[in-house]
């Protein structure tokens, strides 16, 4: 997962070693002798997650919905009002640091999360504060890209939150009592949390960081009731690893790899599988009908040199499908085979249908590379439909990285980074956040270092160069932009479509953003004081539509920090 430098990868990757400053307690049981007002009973079914695209009251998921399409299908906020949108409150958070949250809100109550593993339970109409969680800390935590943790996840009357050293953690939704704690995988070698989990019939669903450290990725399930892990799909297999030896990447360009000396690495060591990587930084999609889950997953291990890992490097930058209740493999798609450019795929996969080759609308699956294309799958099997013409400039793809540095664009962070897209399906637009950060690749040799930082060399943006952002709105049957709205920061964060043909997001410099879905014109803004680089969401409590968005800044691209979770609203009539 790709880094802002300024002199270095490694001057930018944060090694944190938890020690007495993030020591934590759990504060949910002290909310009463705090005063705090006591919270009702929360309970949300399975049937209400399974729907939960369908209705305009709750947002439920950290995407929306299963599907990931992050539509909110109310219209009370439109594009003939939102010029009269203002803060309804904001809430400030004990965390100062970088915020990448996505709130859920169910029946008026909203759960957010911040850096290092704060849980707030909060009145979503007012920011009246109803409980706080704070996760108590192991002794070690190693993690790339900043303290994040994006989101909780819900079920019953349980809350999921991953955790950066490596646990996984459930909390009663009414209290912020602490019900049990799993751990996950070893911190100590490279393994942490900050994604949201996905929670369906009882079970837990969460991947792992630690690409850059060489860990050895995975999706685990575990059961919602106790914690017991229930299954476990490793994202690198333990035979077949080596794949194809593909020489194009999916849009059919050639990577310029050296087949022959990889072949004669592989034939010399092929147990690497272990440290070869492979995180899954964001949350599967669920095809409630087929019982599959979808996800993509991030870059080999070292990231840029590529001696230590011959091979296609399977699953890595790869969309792959699973069984939900056995974890069983069914397919897979790889984006760039043997990647040491760190374009690994992390932008959530989105759930819709479109119109295949034949102009047949059939069940499909979407991703947004950091390569600066949105690729369109057929559910089925993952056979590429189409992908879109790039959103991004792109420059001497694909040159290979050098002792001395070699230029290619994109950089190391896109394109799409883990930035959410948006889709409308009445438009027919998806909406991607991107980056433009032109870079240089350099290599060296680098053995694998027991769980510290391992990148295999460096990329470094380049000074005097600009460096911008663009929302693309893609058609996803044709592959064409429909609309682009460019900005002075890159950007990285999530974006919200709503029926009321609006495009929701933030960015860098402070500026939370309304679009037009359907011509990318600017209709309304919001400075909000630090980096707007969170997951904007929408929800309704008596009839009256709110958009909250967390702007806490970036530890990434270094975007200004902040803790406030804003809310919007139209003014009462």
Request: aromatic share 10%; proline share 4%.
């Amino acid at each position: 997962m790709g880094l802002q430098q300024k002199t270095s990868l490694a001057a930018m990757l944060v090694l944190y070693v938890a020690g007495a400053a993030q020591s934590q307690e759990i504060q949910g049981q002290k909310s009463k002798a705090r005063g705090l007002p006591a919270i009702r009973t929360i309970s949300v079914s399975q049937a209400q997650l399974n729907s939960a695209g369908k209705q305009d009251r709750d947002w439920l998921h950290t995407n929306g919905d299963y599907a990931q399409t992050r539509f909110y299908p109310g219209k009370q906020i439109n594009t003939g009002n939102v010029k009269n949108l203002r803060p309804e409150f904001s809430f400030q958070t004990e965390v100062r640091e970088s915020m990448e949250t996505a709130p859920i809100v169910i029946d008026g109550v909203m759960y957010m999360t911040t850096s290092y593993n704060h849980v707030y339970a909060l009145d979503a109409t007012s920011g009246r504060e109803f409980w706080h969680y704070k996760h108590k800390m192991g002794p070690f935590t190693t993690f790339c890209c900043g303290p994040n943790n994006r989101g909780v996840a819900i079920e019953g009357g349980k809350l999921f939150m991953g955790t950066l050293d490596a646990k996984l953690v459930a909390l009663d939704a009414q209290s912020g009592k602490l019900l049990w704690e799993t751990e996950i995988a070893d911190p100590e070698k490279g393994y942490s949390e900050t994604m949201a989990p996905t929670v369906i019939d009882g079970k837990v669903l969460i991947g792992t960081n630690g690409g850059e450290y060489g860990i050895r990725g995975f999706v685990k399930a575990f059961d919602a009731s106790d914690g017991k892990l229930l299954w476990t799909f490793y994202t690198i297999p333990e035979q077949g690893h080596e794949g194809v030896w593909a020489e194009k990447d999916a849009t059919g360009r050639n990577m310029k790899r050296d087949i022959k000396t990889e072949k004669e690495q592989l034939a010399r060591n092929s147990s690497f599988y272990q440290t070869l990587g492979g995180g899954v930084w964001m949350n599967p999609a669920i095809d409630l009908k087929s019982r599959t889950i979808f996800f993509v997953v991030g870059n080999p291990s070292p990231d840029l040199y590529g001696a230590e890992r011959p091979g296609d490097n399977l699953y890595t930058e790869s969309l792959v499908a699973v069984d939900l209740d056995s974890g069983k493999y069914k397919w897979h798609f790889q984006y760039i085979a043997h990647d040491v450019w760190d374009l690994d795929a992390v932008s959530p996969p989105v759930l819709t249908d479109v119109k295949d080759s034949t102009g047949k609308m059939i069940p499909a699956i979407l991703h947004g590379g950091k390569t600066g294309h949105i690729y369109v799958h057929d559910r089925k099997d993952g056979k590429l439909i189409r992908f879109s013409e790039a959103m991004i400039p792109q420059e001497n793809m694909w040159t290979l990285p050098t002792e001395q540095g070699a230029r290619m664009l994109p950089g190391a962070n896109g394109g799409v980074e883990w930035s959410p897209m948006a889709l409308n399906e009445k438009l027919r637009l998806a909406y991607a956040l991107n980056l433009h950060q032109p870079m240089t690749y350099q290599v060296e040799k680098a053995a694998y270092p027991g769980g510290k930082l391992w990148l295999g060399g460096a990329f470094k943006t380049i000074e005097g160069e600009e460096q911008w952002g663009r929302v693309a709105a893609v058609n996803v049957d044709t592959g064409k932009i429909s609309w682009k709205f460019d900005t002075e920061q890159p950007l990285i964060a999530g974006a919200l479509a709503t029926a009321g043909d609006l495009v929701f997001y933030g960015e860098g410099n402070g500026l939370f953003r309304a679009l037009d879905a359907r011509n990318g014109k600017l209709l309304w803004e919001y400075q909000c004081g630090a980096g707007a680089n969170a997951m904007p969401v929408s929800y309704s409590v008596k009839d009256r539509q709110y958009v909250a968005m967390g702007c806490g800044g970036n530890t990434q691209l270094d975007f200004k920090r902040g803790n406030t979770m804003f809310v919007y609203a139209l003014p009462k009539k």
